[in-house]
């Protein structure tokens, strides 16, 4: 089974700081690699994707891709209350027909005001 | 609005017995998948297809069964429920491809007694 690992936190930022999230995967072919947040009773939602060794920002969303250290983490600028979740890294899988998503267990992340 | 309805929302239901969990996606996409989601387990998929006609089975096949016999319709059929089986259910969807990521329902939470 190709793991994808995290660190179940919780991790606590107070409001205004940088919460940096990290996920590690061992399928080294892997080339797509996803943040979603899924805020507690609803549905994962997708913040950003990311195929390419380096950084991709939107807004205070920076995730980071390092394919040689099959490393990938997910930034957050000026945390705020409403950013407590649980964070979801996925990562492709490739199957007998087709692709499907292989998630993380998540990091809850609580903002503190 | 666009996206992937689930239905039922909630369910309890007594062990041995048939449920099949319905999703439908009206953004003609070509794959469609179903996880379970378990407290200290994380997203595990069940079963996905990739192209209506065709399915697949994910990493936590047994007792479940799917089919596809159209673009935007994925039941997932549970043919003799057990507590085992008590989880969130959620169907997701995407457009197919490894660079393209998956849409979420919102959720079947199903209790078998």
């Known amino acids: 089974q190709k793991e994808v690992e995290q660190n179940s936190g919780p991790l606590s930022v107070p409001e205004g700081a940088i919460a940096s999230l990290n996920c590690t995967y061992s399928?080294?072919?892997?080339?797509?690699f996803f943040w979603y947040r899924q805020y507690s009773g609803k549905s994962p939602e997708l913040i950003m994707s990311i195929y390419s060794n380096g950084d991709k920002e939107d807004g205070r969303f920076t995730a980071q891709l390092n394919k040689a250290s099959q490393y990938v983490s997910l930034l957050i600028r000026d945390s705020q209350p409403s950013d407590s979740a649980t964070y979801l890294c996925?990562?492709?899988?490739?199957?007998?027909?087709?692709?499907?998503?292989?998630f993380g267990k998540g990091t809850s992340l609580l903002v503190t005001p | 609005i666009a996206g992937i309805t689930q239905a039922p929302t909630s369910q309890i239901l007594a062990a041995g017995r048939r449920m099949t969990l319905r999703c439908t996606q009206d953004m003609r996409h070509n794959a469609m998948y179903w996880y379970r989601q378990d407290l200290g387990l994380g997203l595990r998929l069940i079963h996905y297809s990739n192209t209506a006609g065709t399915t697949g089975k994910g990493e936590v096949p047994d007792g479940y069964s799917v089919s596809r016999a159209n673009t935007d319709d994925f039941p997932l059929t549970l043919a003799s429920a057990v507590p085992s089986q008590t989880s969130v259910y959620f169907c997701?969807?995407?457009?197919?491809?490894?660079?393209?990521?998956?849409?979420f329902g919102q959720g079947t939470r199903l209790t078998v007694v």
């Open positions: 997701a969807s995407s457009p197919g491809g490894q660079s393209t990521e998956a849409f």
């Open positions: 399928d080294r072919g892997s080339q797509s």
């Open positions: 996925a990562v492709i899988l490739a199957l007998n027909s087709g692709y499907a998503l292989n």
